[in-house]
Nanobody
Framework: VQLVESGGGLVQAGGSLTLSCTAS????????IGWFRQAPGQEEREGIS????????RYADSVKGRFTISSDIVKNMVHLQMDSLTPEDTAVYYC?????????????????WGQGTQVTVSS
């Protein structure tokens, strides 16, 4: 069971990035996947978006209208399209997965985590 994030990098404020999470070792259409981020100096990870096995999506207020989550079942991937980025979006972004998630933005709901990818937004 493995999750691997990709697509992070440095972008100017107002720009866009797309993060990807590749899942292996899962029956992909049976799992829920969440995206979390941990900003510099913050102890806790913030849940920002999730997509359930039934395709339903959720967003934190901080990213609603700017970020879009989607899944590619064929490739076992989940993408997070991030638009209108601001310096406040600077963080390490993690994808997480598990079955039958109840509280999508709680860290302790997920047993499987990727290693994270850095996103830095310059002003």
């Amino acid at each position: 069971v493995q999750l691997v994030e990709s697509g992070g990098g440095l972008v100017q404020a107002g720009g866009s990035l797309t993060l990807s999470c590749t899942a292996s070792g899962f029956i992909f259409d049976e799992i829920d996947i969440g995206w979390f981020r941990q900003a510099p100096g913050q102890e806790e990870r913030e849940g920002i978006s999730s997509i359930s096995s039934d395709g339903s999506t959720r967003y934190a207020d901080s990213v609603k209208g700017r970020f879009t989550i989607s899944s590619d079942i064929v490739k076992n991937m989940v993408h997070l399209q991030m638009d209108s980025l601001t310096p406040e979006d600077t963080a390490v972004y993690y994808c997480a997965a598990d079955r039958k998630i109840v509280n999508w933005n709680r860290v302790d709901e997920y047993d499987y985590w990727g290693q994270g990818t850095q996103v830095t937004v310059s002003s």
